[in-house]
């Protein structure tokens, strides 16, 4: 009689939630990518002091959407290129 064996995975899933931020909810240094564009933004803590001119401006008529990929905004390109394909998000850096 044959044996049936069951196998289970011990590996735990990384499934984590990357929330959707536009401009002015951008209030902690990281790396972020715009979700139109694919381009990658890299914010130092000394670009959100406050009470301080932004560093950062940009015009535009629709809103942008941003996510935080990485707390360290001088991730190396390639980790960030990784980061983006596994939320399924198209770097164009």
């Not at 707390?71 to 390109?77: A, E, L, R």
Request: aromatic content about 8%; charged content about 25%.
């Amino acid at each position: 009689m044959a044996e049936h064996t069951k196998n289970i995975s011990t590996v735990a899933e990384r499934r984590e939630f990357i929330p959707e931020l536009s401009w002015q909810d951008v209030n902690e240094p990281g790396a972020y990518v715009e979700l139109g564009t694919g381009d990658l933004y890299r914010i130092p803590k000394e670009a959100l002091l406050s009470g301080a001119s932004p560093l950062i401006r940009k015009e535009t008529n629709r809103p942008s959407r941003l996510v935080r990929i990485s707390k360290n905004p001088y991730v190396i390109t390639f980790e960030a290129r990784m980061l983006c394909a596994e939320h399924n998000i198209e770097p164009n850096f």
